[in-house]
């Protein structure tokens, strides 16, 4: 009997002392978690940083809409996703196949720190002559009112016969030309509105490409 009580008296002490380690293990982590200020960075620099969604590999362009800073930048995408997708033979191959586009938002000042904003995600696909992506922003405040609301159409430019590129909406009858960021050798572009139909046009004049209809 005393043997039992024994054992009894160790296997309290043993999952008590895991309870207060569990318990102190859990207020250490919130300490530390407490530490650092999630979604607010004291300058751009910082921003970009630690306030992307994804690894930058390359930053491509950056611009000022409506009192929001847009970030256009590619990541290398996490091979992991993809593994019961598409099965490449190293990590090399991947990288060199598999180069995203991203466009992000920030909002902010140095002064009042910068917070990101909106939809988290990356595009990719091939296409021979441009891609064509868009994403877009929309915020309220806290009243259910409108703070920011605008399309971004967005992509790279691949074929060289590709002199600028345009974009419309469905209700528009006339194109609008977007910018054209050249980087090391690629080209992008990048336009604020709606994109439903994008064209490369070369420097004839002539509609090499249009997606969208």
């Given at each position: 009997?005393?043997?039992?009580?024994?054992?009894?008296?160790?296997?309290f002490?043993?999952?008590?002392?895991?309870?207060?380690n569990?318990l102190?293990?859990?207020?250490?982590q919130?300490f530390?978690?407490g530490?650092?200020?999630?979604?607010?960075y004291?300058?751009?620099?910082?921003a970009?940083a630690?306030g992307?969604t994804?690894?930058?590999?390359?930053?491509?362009?950056?611009?000022r809409?409506?009192?929001?800073?847009?970030?256009?930048?590619?990541?290398?995408?996490?091979p992991?996703?993809?593994?019961?997708?598409i099965?490449?033979?190293?990590?090399?191959?991947?990288?060199n196949k598999m180069?995203?586009?991203v466009?992000?938002?920030?909002?902010g000042?140095?002064?009042e720190?910068w917070?990101?904003?909106?939809?988290?995600?990356?595009?990719?696909?091939e296409?021979?002559?441009?891609?064509?992506?868009s994403?877009?922003?929309?915020e309220?405040?806290e009243?259910?009112?409108?703070?920011?609301?605008?399309n971004?159409?967005?992509g790279e430019?691949?074929?060289?016969?590709?002199?600028?590129?345009?974009?419309?909406?469905?209700?528009?009858?006339?194109?609008?030309?977007?910018?054209?960021?050249?980087k090391g050798p690629?080209?992008?572009?990048?336009?604020i509105?709606?994109?439903?139909?994008?064209?490369?046009?070369?420097?004839n004049?002539?509609?090499?490409?249009?997606?969208?209809?």
């Amino acid at each position: 009997m005393k043997q039992i009580r024994l054992w009894l008296i160790i296997l309290f002490v043993v999952v008590s002392s895991n309870i207060v380690n569990s318990l102190l293990k859990s207020e250490l982590q919130a300490f530390e978690v407490g530490k650092f200020e999630f979604g607010k960075y004291d300058d751009f620099d910082e921003a970009l940083a630690k306030g992307l969604t994804y690894d930058m590999n390359k930053l491509i362009y950056t611009t000022r809409h409506d009192g929001v800073t847009i970030v256009m930048y590619t990541t290398i995408p996490d091979p992991a996703e993809f593994q019961d997708v598409i099965e490449f033979q190293d990590n090399s191959e991947f990288q060199n196949k598999m180069e995203a586009l991203v466009v992000q938002f920030f909002e902010g000042n140095n002064e009042e720190g910068w917070e990101l904003l909106g939809p988290r995600g990356w595009t990719h696909y091939e296409n021979d002559n441009f891609t064509s992506y868009s994403t877009f922003l929309r915020e309220y405040d806290e009243a259910g009112n409108v703070e920011h609301s605008f399309n971004v159409g967005f992509g790279e430019v691949n074929n060289p016969e590709i002199d600028t590129i345009e974009t419309k909406s469905h209700h528009d009858n006339t194109f609008t030309e977007a910018t054209v960021i050249q980087k090391g050798p690629y080209r992008y572009y990048f336009q604020i509105g709606e994109d439903a139909v994008v064209r490369g046009i070369s420097v004839n004049g002539e509609i090499v490409d249009q997606q969208g209809s």
